[in-house]
């Protein structure tokens, strides 16, 4: 046999036909199944970074509502102690009020004692300022109308025979029409009779008249009534008399009684003071 046709019989190295293309189709079908399997790993490693994602933001709200609540609790127990700090300082709130209200009340009441004394005082050291029965019977006018706001009104000594009051000043009123009064009946006549003070408690005391006087003070020397000072009215803001008024009344009932017959008596000495030896003799 020849070389030719030994080597013409010797196996091909190219592999057959059917078998390149089974080869080929392999290769094919795994680079095709790896991209599909390498693109689905991909998109599963893209949807865990998405789920990562949004388990960071859950997680972050988690934190963030953890924070919140906490911070709210804070907030509740810090308005909780705000609230009794609150209620503590209306409770001292409350006690002080009622401490100053006392001490208001207590000082309004200091404050009206020393306008009545300081009223008592002024109204004791005009009454006795002279010794001249004119000039009494003036201070007392000015101090019923100053202090009391008295408009009409009438001072009375009784007669000798104590049958009636005779006017010794007036003002306001028609002299004629109470220049003299009876001491039998009346406000007027009680008042003397019985030497106690008389004022309207329950009318308008600016609207008083001679049958009905706003008020009737007692002259009085040793509890002894010796004439009156009718108020037949007072001015038109002064509608009543308070408790102030009612010291006043009693004040001028004791101390222009006492006035007026000092300076009646003075006057009639020859406005002479007696020597010593007339006040020595009263330890007798």
Do not use: C, W
Request: aromatic share 6%.
């Amino acid at each position: 046999m020849s070389d030719n046709e030994g080597r013409s019989k010797a196996p091909s190295e190219q592999p057959p036909e059917d078998l390149k293309r089974e080869r080929d189709l392999f290769i094919q079908q795994f680079f095709r199944k790896g991209a599909q399997l390498t693109e689905e790993v991909l998109k599963e490693n893209e949807r865990l970074r998405d789920r990562l994602s949004e388990l960071e933001s859950e997680n972050g709200k988690l934190r963030a509502h953890l924070a919140s609540d906490t911070a709210m609790r804070d907030l509740v127990r810090k308005i909780e102690a705000l609230e009794g700090e609150k209620n503590a300082l209306l409770q001292r709130s409350v006690a002080m009020e009622a401490v100053s209200d006392r001490y208001t009340s207590r000082h309004q009441e200091v404050e009206s004692e020393l306008a009545s004394l300081a009223n008592l005082y002024v109204a004791t050291s005009q009454i006795h300022s002279s010794t001249n029965v004119r000039h009494v019977l003036r201070n007392i006018k000015e101090l019923l109308a100053q202090l009391l706001g008295a408009a009409r009104f009438g001072v009375y000594i009784a007669s000798d025979d104590k049958k009636e009051l005779v006017a010794v000043a007036t003002e306001g009123q028609s002299f004629a029409d109470i220049a003299t009064l009876p001491v039998d009946g009346g406000p007027i006549g009680r008042a003397f009779s019985t030497g106690k003070l008389y004022y309207d408690a329950e009318n308008d005391v600016s609207k008083g008249t001679v049958e009905r006087p706003a008020a009737v003070v007692p002259l009085l020397i040793d509890g002894q009534p010796i004439g009156v000072i009718a108020i037949f009215g007072t001015l038109s803001q002064k509608t009543a008399f308070d408790d102030q008024d009612g010291e006043l009344f009693r004040l001028l009932g004791a101390q222009a009684a006492l006035a007026l017959v000092s300076a009646r008596l003075f006057t009639d000495a020859g406005r002479k003071v007696p020597g010593v030896q007339a006040f020595l003799d009263l330890e007798d």
